[in-house]
Each structure stands twice: as C-alpha cells, then as structure tokens.
C-alpha cells in the first residue's frame, strides 16, 4: 500500500491507496514542517494520529509533499522521521508541495501557485518544476498567505485602520491582549501557524470593502513578486492551490485581467485532486 501525504505548518492531509488505487483511509494530523519544528514536534505529531497508528507497520510505500521541505536539511530530517516510523515502508520520499500542487493542478505546462498559511510559486514545463526565487518564509515572504492576512488584521486593528464594526467582531472572535500576542509571536514555537489562525476571520464573515481592499492588495502583492517574474507568465495558464485562492476567485481574476493573464485551475485541497494523479500516473506505472 502507499500512504500519500500533503502537509503544511496548520495540517497535514494523508491518504492511503492500496494497489488497485482504491482508497482505504482518508486521516488528518497536525502540520508536519521540518523547517518551522524541532524534530521531537515532527515526531510526537506523526505518532499522535490514531488512523496512522493502526496501519503503520502494513504501509509500503510514503510520499510525502509539504511546506519546508525544499531544502536538503529540512527534508532529509523530516525523511529519517518518517521512515524510522513507518519501519516496513521498502520506500519513503519526501518533497516540497509545489510538488503536489503541480500534481493537483494540471499535468500541462503552466504557473501553480500556493496560497495556504504560506505561499509560494513554480513554472512546470511539462516535465520539470523550477522556481525563480526561494521561498524565505513568513517573515520575508509568503505574500497573500494566511500569515500573511493574519498579520495585516492584528496591524490594522492596533493602529486603528480596521472599521468599528469589523474590529468589535474581530474582538469578540479572538484573544488581542498584546501580551498574549507578544507572547505567541516571539516565545511560542509556530507563530507563522498563529498569524495564520487570524485569516479566516476574513472569510467566515461577509465580505465587505474593508476585506476586498485587503485580499486585493495581498493577493496583487503576491502576483507582482511571486507570478509576473516568470518569462512564460503570459503564454501559459495560472494555477492556484489552498482555500484563501479557492475563497479569492472573483479577485484573483481582478487582479490578473490587467496582464492578459489566463487563470487556470483552482484546487482548495490538492490532497483530492493527488488521488487521482496517482491512479492515473503512479500506480498504473508500478503494476
């Protein structure tokens, strides 16, 4: 059987496909980032899962794609997790999840892009995924991400810029103390995961100009720095992966309009759209 993992800093998504590609299970964790946690975080989150607990001396195969592994020490850290834990696994791979997005969203070439707690971009040609810049995470980059919008609401309500009636239900929905922000941001592990939990305030509440204004701008931010440095980015369609872009359709495609830009597809959980990737392209190979 193979196990298939899509994994962020917030969750982690896993399926398992027996050898026919019929799913057995669907399960989640809690996020898996090799370069945002200690390796006894990485550990204790894979062992906590009851589902995985069950299966796990039965899995042959582990594909996992997630945040943070793009790098060689992060990923290696988070391969020698998994494989200690999945003992009998004969293969265990693990890759950035521009990998899985590309997957998820097209097997053409074409720009994908990722907008979940972090954010991020590739060019798949067809074959091959290159990046034009490395993603140097939620303090320099991640423009239009979760943290990204998380941080934007906490500025605006402690300067004042958030409306009255927005920043009284921004106050009944979350603790603003500055000492417990402070306190989650500079001496807790994961305050990108943090800023992150702000963001849906956005979007469990109704849209209004206050929300447009900000989406548009984070979202033309993240298209100025992480799309139009691509020399293809007018010849080939844009992809969008996570739940900000699924629930930001109508801006996204504002925002690109001017650039005679196409928008490709919009995938809100690439862990769906991998199922059928691996019936299509992965088990067939194998048989």
């Not at 090799?34 to 039965?58: G, H, I, T, W, Y």
């Not at 097209?106 to 040609?125: A, K, R």
Request: proline share 4%; net charge negative; hydrophobic share 40%.
């Amino acid at each position: 059987m193979i196990l298939i993992a899509d994994g962020g800093s917030t969750k982690c998504d896993w399926i398992l496909l027996n050898n026919e590609g019929e799913q057995v299970f669907k399960t989640r964790s809690k996020g898996l980032n090799p370069a945002v946690f200690q390796e006894a975080v990485l550990e204790e989150r894979l062992a906590e899962n009851p589902e995985l607990a069950e299966v796990k001396d039965s899995i042959e195969r582990v594909h996992f794609y997630g945040a943070g592994c793009g790098t060689p020490t992060p990923r290696e850290l988070l391969r020698s997790i998994i494989a200690n834990y999945f003992t009998n696994a004969d293969e265990v791979q693990v890759m950035e999840d521009t990998v899985a997005a590309v997957y998820a969203a097209t097997t053409e070439p074409g720009i994908v892009c990722i907008l979940g707690t972090g954010s991020n971009s590739c060019y798949f040609d067809g074959k091959k995924i290159t990046q034009a810049v490395d993603s140097l995470g939620y303090i320099l980059m991640d423009e239009a991400s979760g943290n990204y919008f998380g941080k934007r609401l906490i500025r605006d309500y402690y300067y004042k810029r958030m409306p009255p009636e927005v920043a009284e239900k921004f106050e009944q929905k979350f603790d603003l103390n500055s000492d417990t922000i402070k306190m989650n941001l500079y001496r807790k592990e994961n305050p990108n995961t943090y800023l992150a939990h702000f963001a849906e305030f956005i979007f469990t509440n109704e849209r209004n100009g206050y929300f447009y204004k900000l989406l548009h701008e984070g979202i033309t931010d993240f298209i100025h720095s992480r799309v139009l440095i691509y020399p293809q980015v007018t010849s080939v369609p844009v992809h969008f992966i996570g739940s900000i872009a699924f629930f930001s359709e109508d801006i996204i495609k504002a925002v690109l309009q001017p650039y005679n830009i196409e928008l490709g597809n919009i995938v809100r959980r690439p862990i769906d759209a991998l199922i059928e990737y691996y019936r299509n392209h992965v088990i067939k190979v194998s048989e």
